[in-house]
């Protein structure tokens, strides 16, 4: 407990300020006033005294008998004549508190208590019986006396009557004397019964009143008391079980527990005389007992249970400091559950900070860091990527690492002969067979020279796969950038070399179209000067080769010149163990299901191995190099088409095998969630950030489209390319986009959507056709990508709001007005620039401010009405709807345009 003063602890034990100071004197303590603190030390100390000067012992329990002796007087009615007869009731009532060390003892001791309540109940049950039986023996008394007494009048009256009769004269007389007295004693009775009924009515009264005050000082002084026992409880629970309790002051134990206890059995005589008058009244003398036997116990048990019962909860004292482990991204409401908080506390901080966020909406890492030291806590920084890191780790590779052939991209602008040259190089020609003569996807090949086996990739040069481009470069070794002799480095030229420095990737150039006749070299040379590519030839680190994928020319030397820095790099990969690479491309074929060409960089892939790519794993079912053949086994650097996987996995996602599925399906569904979170994120801040911007402004127009192409990367760059072309007026919404045939499903959505159905290099099947004919939804197929983007760029166009351009036909300056009954005011007016017409809209200047703008009603040269007025003539006009027209004024003649505006 805290420390209490010496007066409140005075308060506590109903003792005198001045005689607890003696007894703290005696104990040896140095409290000399009433607001000295007192400690639970020096209370011990002061309870050991008292104990010692009584005479008892530490070691044995405190016993603490209570004894009561209670007599009242008993009145009973008189008898006619009489006096009023006093019995006296004695009272006596034994009970014993046992203070014993611990809770059990408590508990012991309330039992005892219990018990001698109820023996103490069971001789105040016999007292009563005693004082009912003496009532009765008085009642009995009290009718003898008066039967006795009437017998005597009686006797008296006889005699009187006798003596009369012996009298001759007076008998007659004498007997009506005797009737007449026997009648005032009768009248006498009732009067005195009546008198007595009054005066026993009042005494009721009194009683009843007398009894409510002394209930009512009772009920006070039970509740002082039990607060004072509750106060002594609860210092007991606070020292705990182990700790002894103090030793009690018998004689301020008898002031304090003895009075609970007095009370106590007062309250339960209450209670049995109510429970006498209610229980027993139906049920006879049986009823009467029941009810003083529930009656009796009650309160008792709740003085034990108050004593003995302990509360089970402590609050802490101390702030909670948690260890909070934080990955690359989390969520305020996640963030805010490990640290046991509500999340508008997590909101709140971070508004403090400048960062207005959501519950659902993520943050980094360095923010929740500042947020978790702000709260209190300790961040822990981990990678989310520890699992993939630890499938990784996982992964085993035996033996020694071999020389493994080059990975070289081929790069360029697009009708550069990329793959006309490449196609020289492998004896095939793919260009032909190729749709407007240019490449859409990424095509992989390896080679077999003199020299060894060389890897190419062949990735488009048109603008909208720069993505295309950029996983070429990152997935090769080499980069050949093709320039042609006749045009020069554009701008697809000038970014594959910007994404082959990215990539960190030596170059090669190799100048393609050196038979035409238009060819300049020395110009090319130049412009890949100014792009930093400087040839060895003037003293720069860049091989120069000039080829002609028409003629061979020089395809050698390219070749030459590849595997010379092949050798330079000293490419090595293990062949044994798992196998590891890239995704180059990913379609859906109808009748084989998801196909993906793989590029493996190490190890060997097998069928049968349990591929993970991206957020797709599967088995390997089958497995073709690039000419569709197929193969059991595939090694390093070579370009392979598996089937066995559910879903196209995105070109340019790592693959590896794994031997456990279910950590292939643990990894699958993080990167899939992940990529769920982080597609949120972005609407969210998108959202957010364009809350404010777009209060007040007109909902852009949108050209609704559901996107199918062939492959994952044609996708991915049709995509960019459209939602590229979006203004603040329209813009491209892809409503549903996928890879393979255009279904039935894909109809639906368009429909809902209002959507046009674009298919590159994919048909519809028989259903989607004929559902598209029934609805009538506008369905397009095109081979050719710069196509599709021009008839959406079309139909956006057709989207926009047109242009409202004006042009001044006439101004005329005002140098009269004059007042006309049929128009109002009317301007004599000279054409000082250009025509003024009839039918046109004018505005009318004031100190060349616009003070009206509408048209004319009147238009008149002298008193003919024309249609047009030239430059230098005076002429007549009025305005419609307005009459303050002053000379100095200006008339201004205009039209207005409307142009179309087009992307």
Not at 727 to 741: K, P, Q
């Amino acid at each position: 407990m805290a420390e209490v003063t010496v007066k409140q602890l005075a308060e506590t034990v109903g003792r005198p300020v001045e005689t607890l100071l003696t007894q703290m004197q005696d104990a040896g303590l140095s409290h000399k006033s009433a607001d000295d603190a007192v400690s639970d030390t020096e209370k011990q100390q002061l309870l050991a005294h008292l104990k010692r000067a009584h005479g008892e012992s530490d070691a044995e329990p405190k016993k603490i008998t209570l004894k009561r002796k209670e007599t009242s007087t008993l009145k009973v009615a008189p008898s006619a004549g009489g006096k009023a007869k006093t019995v006296n009731v004695e009272v006596r009532k034994t009970r014993s508190y046992v203070k014993r060390s611990s809770l059990d003892d408590q508990e012991d001791a309330a039992r005892e208590a219990e018990e001698a309540v109820r023996k103490a109940e069971e001789e105040r049950l016999a007292a009563e019986a005693a004082v009912r039986k003496a009532e009765e023996d008085a009642r009995i008394a009290a009718s003898e006396e008066e039967a006795r007494k009437a017998a005597e009048e009686a006797r008296r009256a006889n005699d009187v009557a006798n003596k009369g009769a012996k009298d001759k004269k007076l008998s007659v007389p004498k007997l009506g004397a005797v009737t007449k007295a026997r009648e005032e004693t009768a009248e006498e009775k009732a009067k005195r019964e009546a008198e007595e009924a009054r005066v026993k009515a009042a005494e009721d009264v009194r009683r009843k009143q007398e009894e409510k005050l002394r209930l009512e000082a009772e009920e006070k002084a039970r509740q002082k008391t039990l607060e004072q026992a509750r106060k002594i409880a609860e210092e007991i629970e606070s020292r705990g079980g182990d700790t002894p309790a103090p030793a009690v002051d018998v004689p301020l134990a008898r002031g304090l527990v003895g009075t609970a206890y007095e009370d106590s059995f007062a309250r339960e005589d209450r209670e049995i005389r109510r429970g006498s008058t209610t229980k027993a009244g139906g049920k006879g003398k049986g009823g009467k007992k029941k009810g003083q036997e529930e009656q009796v116990f009650r309160p008792t048990r709740t003085l034990s249970s108050t004593l003995s019962k302990q509360h089970g909860f402590e609050k802490p004292v101390e702030k909670q400091v948690y260890d909070v482990t934080i990955g690359e991204n989390i969520s305020v409401a996640d963030l805010a559950q490990k640290m046991a908080l509500k999340a508008k506390v997590v909101i709140k901080v971070l508004m403090k900070m400048g960062e207005v966020v959501t519950a659902n909406q993520t943050i980094d890492q360095a923010t929740a860091g500042l947020v978790v030291e702000e709260l209190g806590h300790n961040p822990k920084f981990v990678s989310e990527t520890a699992m993939e890191d630890s499938l990784k780790d996982a992964i085993k590779h035996h033996g020694d690492a071999f020389t493994r052939a080059p990975v070289v991209t081929i790069m360029g602008h697009v009708d550069h002969g990329k793959t006309s040259l490449l196609d020289y190089i492998r004896r095939a020609k793919v260009a032909a067979g190729e749709a407007g003569g240019i490449t859409q996807h990424i095509g992989a090949y390896h080679v077999e020279t003199d020299r060894g086996m060389i890897t190419f990739l062949d990735t488009p040069g048109h603008a909208a796969f720069s993505a295309m481009r950029a996983r070429g470069a990152n997935a090769t070794d080499i980069v050949v950038i093709v320039v042609a002799a006749d045009d020069g480095v554009m701008p697809q030229t000038a970014e594959a070399i910007d994404h082959a420095r990215a990539a960190g990737v030596p170059i090669i150039v190799a100048i393609n179209k050196m038979d035409k006749p238009s060819a300049d070299p020395d110009r090319v040379l130049n412009e890949l000067t100014v792009k930093e590519i400087v040839p060895e030839e003037w003293g720069g680190d860049t091989q120069i080769c000039k080829v002609s994928a028409h003629t061979g020319d020089g395809v050698d030397a390219l070749l030459e010149a590849i595997l010379t820095q092949a050798e330079l790099l000293e490419l090595t990969a293990v062949v044994d163990g798992q196998a590891q690479g890239v995704v180059i491309e990913a379609r859906i074929d109808k009748g084989r299901g998801a196909v993906a060409t793989l590029l493996i960089q190490r190890g060997t892939l097998k069928t049968g191995d349990l591929v993970l790519a991206g957020t797709h794993y599967g088995r390997v079912r089958a497995m073709n190099d690039e000419n569709g053949k197929p193969i059991k086994s595939a090694g390093p650097s070579i370009p392979v088409e598996i089937l066995g996987l559910p879903e196209a996995p995105d070109a340019g996602d790592e693959f590896l095998v794994v031997d456990d599925e279910r950590k292939a399906r643990e990894v699958a569904d993080f990167r899939a969630s992940k990529l769920r979170q982080a597609r949120l994120d972005r609407q969210q801040s998108m959202k957010l950030e364009n809350l404010f911007a777009n209060m007040g402004k007109k909902e852009a127009s949108s050209v609704n489209i559901v996107l199918k192409t062939d492959v994952r990367g044609s996708l991915e760059a049709l995509t960019q390319s459209l939602q590229a072309l979006g203004t603040d007026e329209v813009r491209v919404a892809i409503v549903g986009s996928g890879v393979g045939a255009i279904t039935e499903s894909d109809v639906t959505l368009a429909e809902s959507t209002g959507a046009v159905i674009l298919g590159f290099n994919v048909r519809a099947d028989s259903a989607a056709r004929a559902k598209c004919q029934a609805d009538e939804i506008d369905l397009r197929y095109y081979s050719i990508i710069y196509e599709l983007i021009d008839d959406v760029k079309s139909a956006m166009s057709g989207m926009l709001a047109p242009e409202h351009r004006e042009s001044i036909l006439g101004v005329a300056q005002v140098r009269e007005v004059f007042r006309s009954s049929k128009f109002g005011a009317a301007a004599g007016c000279m054409a000082i620039e250009g025509t003024l017409y009839r039918s046109k809209p004018i505005r009318v200047l004031r100190d060349d401010v616009v003070v009206f703008q509408g048209e004319l009603e009147s238009l008149r040269r002298f008193k003919d009405d024309v249609q047009e007025v030239r430059n230098g003539v005076e002429c007549g006009l009025a305005v419609k709807g307005y009459n303050d027209i002053r000379v100095g004024d200006k008339i201004e003649v205009y039209d207005v345009t409307i142009i179309k505006r087009s992307l």
